[in-house]
């Protein structure tokens, strides 16, 4: 059974609307429902959020408390900011390398031709 063509063009505008939720309003939205003063499904209404999604926040929060108190500073690298600086670094070093051997190559084709010159 395929899709039709309706059925895949609202799963592209849902998958591109869906709200993107930062790392301190999850913070806080996890520290909501740990207090208890409403009800879990009362807090994800309220949020817009699945229940499901809450109790993942919650479980990867009290995993990485844990992991804290037990002495582990130790911390995974695999949000998109990472990510983005990974590549950044990687693109740097690749920029450093090719300007290296630019620079090796300009001195001695200088040098070829009697250039001194002064290596600092």
């Known amino acids: 059974m395929s899709m039709s063509n309706t059925e ?3 799963k592209e505008i849902r998958r591109h609307t869906r709200r993107k939720v930062s790392t301190e309003e999850k913070i806080r939205i ?3 429902g740990l207090r208890g003063e409403s009800l879990m499904a009362e807090l994800c209404r309220q949020e ?3 229940p499901n999604l809450y109790y993942r926040w919650s479980k990867d929060f009290q995993e990485a408390g844990k992991k804290r108190l037990t002495g582990d500073t130790a911390r995974e690298a695999n949000t998109d ?3 983005r600086l990974k590549r950044e670094n990687s693109d740097l070093k690749q920029a450093v390398a090719e300007l290296y051997l630019r620079n ?3 001195k001695k084709s200088l040098t070829g031709q ?3 010159l002064d290596d600092d």
Do not use: P, Y
């Open 8 to 10: 895949k063009t609202v």
């Open 30 to 32: 996890v520290l909501d």
């Open 48 to 50: 817009g959020i699945n």
């Open 81 to 83: 900011e990472v990510c």
């Open 104 to 106: 090796a190559w300009l």
């Open 114 to 116: 009697g250039v001194i």
